[in-house]
């Protein structure tokens, strides 16, 4: 069946350390985005990418990066630079006919 | 600053009751408006959309209402039954429903309870 895939599921990290968190989609979407979830913060945009080797900072890309080398792909690395990396991302796809993005099933990333 | 606003964050109701989650929104560019639901440790569903150009969008139990003058917009689910209960999250995006720099900015949510 087509969908978005996360992994992994649970992370957790040392301080200090970057991560890597996995997103591929197997719908044939152009765009797809990150975004992360906090307690009470609702859902806020990392990083979105709406063609291969293109993306686009969101409303907090200060300490993350990505790439975008496969349209397939969108890896999100949480550097040593993010101040606060606790929390619930979420990666998401859309086709380019239809408002609606889909979105994975998340990753819970807890840094030590 | 903060662009999708839930002013709720929660509600409680009584199953086959009505339930009404509101959103307000300050950016006059927003020209496109969905909701999604969202279980725990799940990532988000999408439920309904409404375009600007109409005041109201009906899916079977879920029907969403648009007041572009109050910048204000509503869920409606009836009757709302005990697998309703969820995070519904508002969110909006400038420029329709597509276009190269398309993305949506949320709300903080609202946490529904369906009562037995």
């Known amino acids: 069946d087509g969908g978005i895939t996360q992994s992994p599921k649970y992370l957790f990290r040392k301080e200090g350390q970057n991560v890597t968190l996995s997103c591929e989609q197997n719908l044939n979407h152009d765009a797809m985005y990150w975004y992360r979830q906090d307690p009470g913060q609702g859902l806020r945009l990392i990083y979105y990418s709406q063609i291969v080797n293109d993306f686009q900072k969101g409303d907090i890309a200060e300490g993350y990066s990505v790439s975008r080398e496969k349209k397939e792909s969108f890896p999100l690395t949480v550097t040593s630079a993010q101040k606060n990396p606790t929390a619930f991302y979420l990666c998401?796809?859309?086709?380019?006919?239809?408002?609606?993005?889909?979105f994975g099933e998340g990753s819970r990333l807890t840094v030590l | 600053d903060q662009q999708v606003k839930q002013n709720s964050p929660s509600l409680s109701v009584q199953e086959g009751r009505i339930s009404i989650l509101n959103c307000d929104y300050t950016?006059?560019?927003?020209?496109?408006f969905l909701w999604y639901k969202k279980y725990p440790a799940e990532g988000p569903t999408f439920l309904i959309s409404?375009?600007?150009?109409?005041d109201k969008n009906e899916d079977g139990r879920f029907t969403v209402f648009l007041n572009k003058s109050a910048k204000h917009l509503s869920l409606h689910i009836v009757p709302s039954q005990p697998g309703d209960s969820a995070v519904y999250f508002c969110?909006?995006?400038?420029?329709?429903?597509?276009?190269?720099?398309?993305?949506?900015?949320f709300g903080k949510g609202t946490l529904l309870t369906v009562n037995p």
């Open positions: 969110a909006a995006s400038a420029g329709g429903s597509g276009g190269s720099n398309y993305k949506l900015t």
């Open positions: 409404i375009s600007s150009i109409k």
């Open positions: 998401a796809s859309r086709t380019g006919n239809t408002g609606e993005l889909f």
């Open positions: 950016n006059s560019m927003f020209d496109y």
